[in-house]
């Protein structure tokens, strides 16, 4: 897994506890480090997602295949330096069943997911408040004692943890005069490009495939990818690159009520595609109509290889890099708080020397996809959020 769930230190001294778990930390990992490894681990993170493959597979359709888990979300093409590790990123993963590197569907969708966590937490004394935007974090003497409200309502706490996007924390809800010039700047010119744009539709009937016109749970219920080859991605790319929607763009896809009933009526169903690209900047401005277009010629791809698909759409949903961005706060439509490239991984997510998931307030911690280890439904950096805040108070006991 290669460290997923690593834990990195602050670049300021360490108490001599700390220094001695960080040395453990390295012995534990020496074992199994030999030249071969430490040559993988190089390219993982250097190469593009094509090369790497390349060395694997020869079909260019399967090269497309593999090479769309680099992509995911990324502002790159899979001939990009960097994608590789990406392709890693969406590649590591284990379900309850023990099945490494897959996927599932939460029945209720995504929604389930979030009223299972707020269920959790309320069972032990949590109180949810929905749609309270917060305004600002309260900071006195440099240290953070609580957060206010838009409309001004205040709630006060030993302990802040924040999971918007850096650049919402510390450059619009936190004074910049409270924080390090250097840290400001980082924050600043952290990248947080993507060109997704995300269509979900509901259908009439379930597509039928050409290649595979009888009902298959593997194929309708597994993830359909819209796409030719490698070529087909890169040139995808490289029109958004300069500033053109993609003609043909590449959609990874899925049907989740081919298992999940409780999404549609009795024979409806829900068909999402996650598609890429449209221009990085597309987050800053209004371009519904092209979007509409981008959807037609997405559609268009679905007819060839299942006709009557056009037919079957009773209505539409386009959510483009603005909507994105304006509706859920996510930055340049980037759905990992922040690109996955290897100046933003690791100890340098968000900033040097703030990658242990504390920030320049005292008090004040971050658990956004923005921290290690970035974005998917994973929880990692809610759980060592939570480590480092245990960890921060029992050293403060031990100092006592």
Not at 110 to 130: N, Q, T
Not at 163 to 191: A, K, M, Y
Not at 234 to 241: G, L, P, Y
């Amino acid at each position: 897994m290669l460290g997923h769930n690593l834990q990195f230190p602050d670049s300021a001294p360490l108490h001599p506890g700390e220094t001695i778990d960080q040395i453990r930390f390295v012995l534990r990992r020496r074992k199994g480090m030999d030249v071969r490894t430490v040559a993988d681990v190089t390219k993982l993170f250097t190469m593009s997602a094509a090369d790497l493959l390349r060395e694997w597979f020869e079909s260019p359709e399967l090269l497309g295949l593999q090479a769309v888990n680099g992509i995911i979300g990324t502002w790159a093409g899979p001939e990009e330096p960097g994608t590789a590790y990406v392709l890693m990123h969406h590649s590591v993963g284990e379900e309850a069943e023990g099945q490494v590197s897959s996927w599932g569907y939460p029945e209720g969708g995504m929604g389930a997911v979030a009223d299972a966590c707020r269920r959790s937490a309320e069972s032990f004394g949590a109180e949810i408040r929905v749609n309270a935007k917060v305004d600002n974090v309260i900071i006195r003497n440099g240290r953070a004692v609580g957060v206010a409200l838009e409309g001004g309502e205040e709630f006060r706490a030993p302990v802040v943890v924040t999971t918007c996007h850096p650049q919402i924390t510390f450059l619009r809800q936190i004074e910049r005069s409270e924080l390090p010039p250097e840290f400001v700047r980082d924050i600043e010119n952290w990248r947080s490009r993507s060109g997704v744009v995300k269509i979900n539709a509901a259908l009439d009937k379930l597509p039928t495939f050409s290649a595979n016109p009888e009902f298959d749970p593997d194929v309708h219920g597994g993830a359909i990818q819209i796409l030719d080859d490698l070529e087909y991605l890169e040139t995808a790319f490289q029109e958004a690159r300069i500033g053109k929607a993609s003609t043909r763009p590449f959609s990874d896809t899925a049907i989740p009520t081919v298992f999940d009933k409780t999404l549609a009526p009795e024979g409806k169903h829900i068909i999402s595609f996650y598609s890429q690209w449209a221009p990085a900047w597309w987050a800053d401005e209004d371009h519904m109509d092209e979007l509409e277009k981008y959807a037609d010629r997405l559609f268009d791809r679905v007819e060839e290889v299942a006709p009557g698909f056009k037919d079957s759409v009773l209505h539409r949903q386009i959510i483009g890099p603005r909507e994105m961005q304006e509706e859920w706060n996510l930055i340049g439509g980037n759905i990992f708080h922040g690109e996955l490239t290897v100046n933003q991984l690791f100890h340098m997510r968000p900033a040097p020397g703030y990658a242990d998931y504390r920030t320049p307030i005292r008090g004040l911690y971050q658990a956004s996809s923005g921290t290690h280890a970035g974005g998917g439904v994973t929880g990692i950096p809610a759980h060592n959020v939570v480590r480092q805040i245990r960890k921060d108070k029992a050293l403060k006991k031990s100092r006592v």
